[in-house]
């Protein structure tokens, strides 16, 4: 029983809404884009900030190689801050889709992703109906 690696198969039309060239939607996408630069200028500043602050700290021991201490500060805090690096990736990927213009398309489905589902999570690869299939899935692959 050979299943079919499932993936781009035409399982549902896409919503009706043919907006994709739609001022509106484009006009809505670069509000998006402005929001996912803020949030990576945020994003790095706040590793910055951190990274700068642990120096100081190994000031407290001067004679036990503050250098070698601050390096493994500084690695202790970039492994913490694993999720933030993860969360820059995607921001830098829709920014790139945009730009490219291809931001806003499922990456399963090939649909367009509805404008409220970007604006409510931007970095989102997925339309909703693809997201909540994965979902299903990932949870009975967990039983
Ligand atoms: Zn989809």
Same mark, same amino acid.
């Given at each position: 029983?050979?299943?079919?690696?499932?993936?781009?198969?035409?399982?549902?039309?896409?919503?009706?809404?043919?907006?994709?060239?739609?001022?509106?939607?484009?006009?809505?996408?670069?509000?998006?884009?402005? #929001? +996912?630069?803020?949030?990576?200028?945020? !994003? $790095?500043?706040?590793? %910055?900030? @951190?990274?700068?602050?642990?120096?100081?700290?190994?000031?407290?021991?001067?004679?036990?190689?503050?250098?070698?201490?601050?390096?493994?500060?500084?690695?202790?805090?970039? #492994? +913490?801050?694993?999720?933030?690096?993860? !969360? $820059?990736?995607?921001? %830098?990927? @829709?920014?790139?889709?945009?730009?490219?213009?291809?931001?806003?398309?499922?990456?399963?489905?090939?649909?367009?992703?509805?404008?409220?589902?970007?604006?409510?999570?931007?970095?989102?690869?997925?339309?909703?109906?693809?997201?909540?299939?994965?979902? %299903?899935?990932?949870?009975?692959?967990?039983?």
């Amino acid at each position: 029983m050979a299943a079919k690696k499932k993936g781009a198969k035409p399982r549902k039309r896409c919503k009706e809404d043919k907006q994709q060239s739609s001022e509106d939607r484009q006009r809505r996408i670069l509000e998006i884009r402005k #929001r +996912l630069v803020e949030e990576r200028e945020r !994003l $790095l500043q706040e590793a %910055e900030a @951190a990274l700068n602050t642990l120096p100081e700290e190994g000031a407290a021991f001067p004679d036990m190689g503050d250098q070698a201490t601050a390096d493994l500060d500084r690695s202790f805090m970039l #492994r +913490l801050r694993g999720r933030e690096q993860k !969360l $820059l990736k995607k921001i %830098e990927l @829709a920014i790139e889709k945009i730009d490219n213009g291809t931001y806003g398309i499922c990456e399963v489905c090939g649909c367009e992703i509805g404008i409220k589902r970007l604006e409510a999570r931007p970095v989102t690869t997925m339309c909703i109906d693809c997201k909540t299939e994965q979902e %299903e899935e990932e949870k009975l692959r967990e039983v």
